[in-house]
T-cell receptor
Framework: NAGVTQTPKFQVLKTGQSMTLQCAQDMNHEYMSWYRQDPGMGLRLIHYSVGAGITDQGEVPNGYNVSRSTTEDFPLRLLSAAPSQTSVYFC?????????????FGQGTRLTVV | GQQVMQIPQYQHVQEGEDFTTYCNSSTTLSNIQWYKQRPGGHPVFLIQLVKSGEVKKQKRLTFQFGEAKKNSSLHITATQTTDVGTYFCAGPRGSTLGRLYFGRGTQLTVWP
């Protein structure tokens, strides 16, 4: 049972570089989301998707792009990394049900922008 | 800003003492979820509450959802060192149930 898989686990970028954080789930979940976690700030929603081909912004979308071409994959792109994007990033997925929308989280990607 | 406010931010207890964290929303929530994150780990789902006034128990953990569905609490009886971690509440914003907004969490430290 792989669940939600995020890669890489650690990454160091230079300011201005671009990169893609990968997220894949094998549970056939329709909902997928990206969060960033900073000390004292909890988990803040960056972008989310309710299904393949559909994405929308969360609380802190600036500087990030997403796409959802398949149910399984939901990559997060940093177009031009900035030190303010140093954070731990979590991808999550959940089933589209009215009574149980438990979110399953990946192990996280620790990103440092220097 | 955060849709759900969570207090306290930190709590230090002696092993065996009780612990409570509170979550408040400015709007009515269709449901509220609770997660636990161990140090260095990822959030793990604990429970979901849906009904007004609902109370659920998991061993030493008691979860409550307020009558107005705007507040919730998690109470741990007789804490153990294994309870260490950060506890988050989360609620959906709008009609998209998978669009979860999290509180800032309560970081629990348990001294042996």
């Amino acid at each position: 049972n792989a669940g939600v898989t995020q890669t890489p686990k650690f990454q160091v970028l230079k300011t201005g570089q671009s990169m893609t954080l990968q997220c894949a789930q094998d549970m056939n979940h329709e909902y997928m989301s990206w969060y960033r976690q900073d000390p004292g700030m909890g988990l803040r929603l960056i972008h989310y998707s309710v299904g393949a081909g559909i994405t929308d912004q969360g609380e802190v979308p600036n500087g990030y792009n997403v796409s959802r071409s398949t149910t399984e994959d939901f990559p997060l792109r940093l177009l031009s990394a900035a030190p303010s994007q140093t954070s731990v990033y979590f991808c999550a997925s959940s089933p589209r049900q009215t009574m149980n929308t438990e979110a399953f989280f990946g192990q996280g990607t620790r990103l440092t922008v220097v | 800003g955060q849709q759900v406010m969570q207090i306290p931010q930190y709590q230090h207890v002696q092993e065996g003492e009780d612990f409570t964290t509170y979550c408040n929303s400015s709007t009515t929530l269709s449901n509220i979820q609770w997660y636990k994150q161990r140090p260095g780990g990822h959030p793990v789902f604990l429970i979901q509450l849906v009904k007004s006034g609902e109370v659920k128990k998991q061993k030493r953990l008691t979860f409550q959802f307020g009558e107005a569905k705007k507040n919730s609490s998690l109470h741990i009886t007789a804490t153990q060192t294994t309870d260490v971690g950060t506890y988050f509440c989360a609620g959906p914003r709008g009609s998209t149930l998978g669009r979860l907004y999290f509180g800032r969490g309560t970081q629990l430290t348990v001294w042996p």
